[in-house]
T-cell receptor
Framework: EPEVTQTPSHQVTQMGQEVILRCVPI?????FYWYRQILGQKVEFLVS????????KSEIFDDQFSVERPDGSNFTLKIRSTKLEDSAMYFC??????????FGSGTRLTVV | QQQVKQSPQSLIVQKGGISIINCAYE??????FPWYQQFPGKGPALLIA?????SEKKEGRFTISFNKSAKQFSLHIMDSQPGDSATYFC?????????????????FGQGTILTVHP
């Protein structure tokens, strides 16, 4: 069964550093997403990406965040200057034209 | 108005019992209601989903009941098994199409930790 692949599975970074979280969505999917889950809390929407541009973003997704789909296969989330409160599990997801999402296994980001 | 409220926060049932998790929403524009199952260290996995034109959907041991007038929906797990022990999230979304107001953003409930004792 096709999977959404995320790397790395765990990243530790110092406050103020830039991080790039990487995702390989399912190849024939059209819509791409990043969500995050702070430990013990609900999953929160960050951003959706369609037709090579951001289609929707949440209030969490401020100027410190950016997304790219540089080569037609990878989908990245960049956090420019990490803060302690950015520590969370970040999930990439993709879906085809119908409703079905597939989530990756996530990247646990720890900011120290 | 975008919130989805889920209860209970945690649930313990015996093997073979019925697990029931409830969700309520406010936004009447929501028209897709999935349930996700999440095991520790993994991403949410779609379990079952319903659209508001039906009141019930069943897949194996999992059933969604949907009450449009009350703006509530629930997940029933029949014959619960220890392997069902996981966190369950309800979610909701508005119609996903280009040019619409939403590109499929999911609004999640707070999650329910289900423990099924053998």
């Amino acid at each position: 069964e096709p999977e959404v692949t995320q790397t790395p599975s765990h990243q530790v970074t110092q406050m103020g550093q830039e991080v790039i979280l990487r995702c390989v969505p399912i190849s024939n999917h059209l819509y791409f997403y990043w969500y995050r889950q702070i430990l013990g809390q609900k999953v929160e929407f960050l951003v959706s990406f369609y037709n090579n541009e951001i289609s929707e973003k949440s209030e969490i997704f401020d100027d410190q965040f950016s997304v790219e789909r540089p080569d037609g296969s990878n989908f990245t989330l960049k956090i420019r200057s990490t803060k302690l409160e950015d520590s969370a599990m970040y999930f990439c997801a993709s879906r085809p034209a119908n409703y079905g999402y597939t989530f990756g296994s996530g990247t646990r980001l720890t900011v120290v | 108005q975008q919130q989805v409220k889920q209860s209970p926060q945690s649930l313990i049932v015996q093997k073979g019992g019925i697990s029931i998790i409830n969700c309520a929403y406010e936004n009447t524009a929501f028209d897709y209601f999935p349930w996700y199952q999440q095991f520790p260290g993994k991403g949410p996995a779609l379990l079952i989903a319903i659209r508001p034109d039906v009141s019930e959907k069943k897949e194996g041991r999992f059933t969604i009941s949907f009450n449009k007038s009350a703006k509530q929906f629930s997940l029933h797990i029949m014959d619960s098994q220890p392997g069902d022990s996981a966190t369950y999230f309800c979610a909701a979304s508005t119609r996903m199409y280009a040019g619409g107001t939403s590109y499929g953003k999911l609004t999640f409930g707070q999650g329910t930790i289900l423990t099924v004792h053998p």
